[in-house]
């Protein structure tokens, strides 16, 4: 698995953006902002759209901390669009979701479940720079939690040390 400190590898994949099955999405295009990367197992189950409407709700306060997000499975563009229009939870989505189908970012990311096929429940988020600055990988069976990856984001933005359970507006630790 790549590791906090490591520069993301470079990726172009197709991309869900909006209800478009010929979106592009590619790490130089989020240069110079943060990224929320995220990925979910597999379109048509019961924890990720919980999730990933979660996420799409949080896009604001992303976007208001100069972060971009960016959500995606092992699934096809088509995959992803027959997903969203199925699912009430799931239509008008506030970000794209990428199609990693030959599975090359979860196996660069060290993400993708071997066994199952399927990318894991993992989260990262990426520095204008392109660095690995956060990494968050669930079991397959438990959704994550979109506030706590602002939570991080914000103490991450404050170049300060931060303490257990830090929040933005808080004191950070002098030394």
Known sequence: MIQVGQKCPDFELAALVGEDVNGKV?????????LFL????????????TEIQAISNAVPDFEDRDCEVLGGSCDSAFSHLGWVQAKEELKGLKHPLFADYKKELSSALGVLDHEKGVSQRASFLIDPEGIVRFIYVTDLSVGRNPEEVIRVLDALQTDELCPCNWKKGEETIKV
Do not use: A, E
Not at 38 to 49: G, Q, S
């Open 38 to 49: 995220y990925f979910y197992p597999l379109d048509f189950t019961f924890v990720c759209p």
């Open 26 to 34: 590619s790490l130089s295009d989020y240069k110079g902002k943060w």
